[in-house]
């Protein structure tokens, strides 16, 4: 018998960095909002394998002295809205550890970046590796002041946003945008980009021209994405939906509605039948970098296993 979500813990991964204690806060109220208790784990990377033989180095610290897990404690020290906690040291590769932790978690939420790396990246390899990897749902929390260009005036209040491909909807992202949505009490704005204009090769060097009106191709697409909310708007009557339907670049669009949004919700990539690893699809991975807001990437039904 499978472990009823509800009783699942949301995971706040922390390595003692600042961008992992605002992916603590963020963890925080996402368990307070599903009444799942919180764990919070550090991996911490133990450096016996890389020492040259005959050095004595110290061991793995000991559950009770994690000086990590101690910064959090007191981090949170009279906090009285706090779920129940749970605090977990661990040792190994974060980048390994932290997806496996997936498994039996309902949400795992880490900050976009780590105590270690470059300071130019804009997304720390641990982040990258539980999205791509992990069995569910990943959330990343960027460093404030990310810049967002192109943006339209938003209307006030609490908004999720969520990108839907029309050509390969992904029915659990979607339920897992219209769920969060309704537990924000938040309108859900769903971002359904088609190429435009399409090209077409004759030959090597020349492109026709779209023989297809672009209007015809914005109704079609407009008409998809209204027949795949449907029945999420059965499940979520209470949930105000805003699709919006553009031509050219998806990432771009989601960037750009990602500022002053509570959260923007995209799928991970189906797993192919040449190319059976995981993968985090062109999409997901620029919105990772370059949204402002955090972002969920969940993955397909299909890879659950």
């Known amino acids: 018998m499978s472990t009823p979500k509800s009783t699942l813990p949301v995971i706040a991964a922390v390595d003692g960095s600042d961008d992992s204690l605002r992916a603590l806060d963020w963890a925080l109220g996402a ?36 000086e990590v897990l101690d ?27 932290l997806p496996e932790l997936g498994a039996t978690a309902q949400l795992l939420v880490l900050g976009s970046r780590g105590r270690g790396g470059f300071a130019s990246l804009l997304l720390g390899s641990n982040g990258m590796a539980a999205a791509r990897d992990a069995d569910c749902p990943v959330v990343v929390v960027p460093r404030p002041g990310r810049e967002v260009h192109d943006a339209a005036p938003a209307e006030p209040g609490p908004r999720v946003v969520v990108g839907l491909h029309v050509d390969s909807p992904d029915d659990t992202t979607l339920a897992f945008a219209f769920a969060e949505a309704a537990l924000r009490e938040a309108r859900l704005q769903v971002v359904a980009a088609y190429p435009w204009p399409p090209q077409t090769w004759a030959s090597a060097g020349e ?22 909310l449907a029945p999420h708007r059965k499940d979520h009557p209470d949930v105000r939906v805003e699709p919006y339907v553009a031509p050219g670049d998806a990432a771009g669009h989601l960037v750009a509605a990602s500022k002053d949004a509570e959260l923007v919700v995209v799928g991970r990539h189906r797993r192919r039948l040449l190319s059976p690893a995981r993968l985090i699809g062109s999409v ?5 970098l370059h949204a402002a807001s955090p972002v969920a990437v969940v993955p397909p039904q299909a890879l659950e296993e």
């Open 31 to 66: 368990a307070r909002g599903r009444g799942a208790p919180l764990r919070v784990v550090h991996v911490w990377q133990y450096a016996a394998a890389w020492t040259p033989p005959g050095v004595l180095v110290a061991g793995p610290p000991g559950p009770d002295e994690d």
């Open 71 to 97: 910064q959090v404690r007191t981090y949170l020290d009279g906090r009285s809205d706090r779920p129940v906690m749970e605090y977990l040291g661990l040792q190994g590769a974060p980048g390994a550890v």
């Open 207 to 228: 492109l026709v021209p779209p023989v297809t009106d672009q209007d015809a191709i914005e109704n079609e697409t407009r008409i998809l994405t209204e027949s795949l």
């Open 284 to 288: 997901t991975q620029a919105v990772l």
